[in-house]
């Protein structure tokens, strides 16, 4: 069988209706879906405060850092490199599902 997911990419909320339950309704919805055929669940944040809400999001549903650090086109990047912190750089998120 071949499975074909469609990442959800870039959920942007106006800042003047935070934390209503549509981004955690997005993801339970998704999970859900992956749950049927997968063990684990990926998430990519980029580096910008204006992340924070949702790096705060994927860690109150269960998400925890992968432990590569940052990574760059999902390639950890190694200390003491220089990066240019635009829209590439990201942390990664993993949760086992059930």
């Known amino acids: 069988m071949t499975l074909r997911l469609r990442r959800p990419f870039e959920l942007k909320f106006d800042a003047g209706v ?8 997005l993801m339970d919805n998704g999970r859900t879906a992956r749950r049927q055929v997968l063990r684990c669940c990926r998430s990519r944040s980029r580096l910008y405060s ?19 650090g940052v990574v760059l086109d999902v390639v950890p990047v190694l ?9 590439d750089p990201e942390l990664m998120f993993t949760k086992r599902l059930q």
Do not use: C, H, K, W
């Open 18 to 25: 935070p934390r209503q339950g549509v981004g955690a309704a």
């Open 50 to 68: 204006e992340n924070g809400t949702a790096q705060q999001m994927y860690v109150r549903r269960g998400y925890l850092p992968d432990g590569a």
């Open 79 to 87: 200390p003491g490199t220089t990066i240019i912190l635009d829209n």
